[in-house]
Nanobody, 115 residues
Framework: QVQFVESGGGLVQPGGSLRLSCAAS????????MGWYRQAPGKERELVAS???????NYGDSVKGRFTISRDKDKNMVNLQMNSLKPEDTAVYYC?????????WGQGTQVTVSS
């Protein structure tokens, strides 16, 4: 069965850093483009960053220069290093394939940026 398990969220002050991790199972990970999404209260879920099966990263305009996406082929994991965090980054963060598998969203991990 397809499963995505996110971890690493927490409370951090503006300007701080967090590293999120996602363990994927039930997919052909080496053949899949992966993505990190986020959703804040009252807003639609948005794609934050994606990474191809070859390791090429792409980023939303709001996080370019601050976030870095990576993948670990041996562990079937995708990570998101978040630096220089801003209050507007506060959201629940989810991972999925880049073209998401609807119905297989995990619980996500909460990121709160506040002083």
């Amino acid at each position: 069965q397809v499963q995505f398990v996110e971890s690493g969220g927490g409370l951090v002050q503006p300007g701080g850093s967090l590293r999120l991790s996602c363990a994927a199972s039930g997919i052909r990970f080496s053949l899949s483009n992966m993505g990190w999404y986020r959703q804040a209260p009252g807003k639609e879920r948005e794609l934050v960053a994606s990474i191809t099966r070859r390791g090429t990263g792409n980023y939303g305009d709001s996080v370019k220069g601050r976030f870095t996406i990576s993948r670990d082929k041996d562990k079937n994991m995708v990570n998101l290093q978040m630096n220089s965090l801003k209050p507007e980054d506060t959201a629940v963060y989810y991972c999925n394939t880049h073209l998401p598998m609807i119905g297989y969203w995990g619980q996500g991990t909460q990121v709160t940026v506040s002083s």
